[in-house]
Nanobody, 119 residues
Framework: QVQLVESGGGLVQAGGSLRLSCAASGRTFSSGRNGWFRQAPGKGREFVAAISWSGGNPAYANSVKGRFTISRDNAKNTMYLQMNSLKPGDTAVYYC????????????WGQGTQVTVSS
């Protein structure tokens, strides 16, 4: 089973940037898509971005399109989320996730990293 560990969260002022990393251990990323989700206090978990194993077909939530960029380096078994022009509304716990195959649900998850954006 792939284990995912997020890092790079923290406190940043509005307008600032952060880069989150998601490292896979135990085995390499499976062949399905990988993605980022977030959960703000008192809200449900929401989709942020996803990317195919090859690094193509990125998809973004409308709320982050143009500000966030998802990427991956399979040689390092790591996926990234570059977050620019951060807003207080981006404050949440960010989770990385993966699918064993594209047709599967999101079936493995990291523990999350906190991102707090101050106004």
């Amino acid at each position: 089973q792939v284990q995912l560990v997020e890092s790079g969260g923290g406190l940043v002022q509005a307008g600032g940037s952060l880069r989150l990393s998601c490292a896979a251990s135990g085995r390499t990323f499976s062949s399905g898509r990988n993605g980022w989700f977030r959960q703000a206090p008192g809200k449900g978990r929401e989709f942020v971005a996803a990317i195919s194993w090859s690094g193509g077909n990125p998809a973004y939530a409308n709320s982050v399109k143009g500000r966030f960029t998802i990427s991956r380096d399979n040689a390092k078994n790591t996926m990234y989320l570059q977050m620019n022009s951060l807003k207080p509304g981006d404050t949440a716990v960010y989770y990385c996730a993966g699918k064993t195959r594209d047709v599967d649900p999101w079936d493995y998850w990291g523990q999350g990293t906190q991102v707090t954006v101050s106004s």
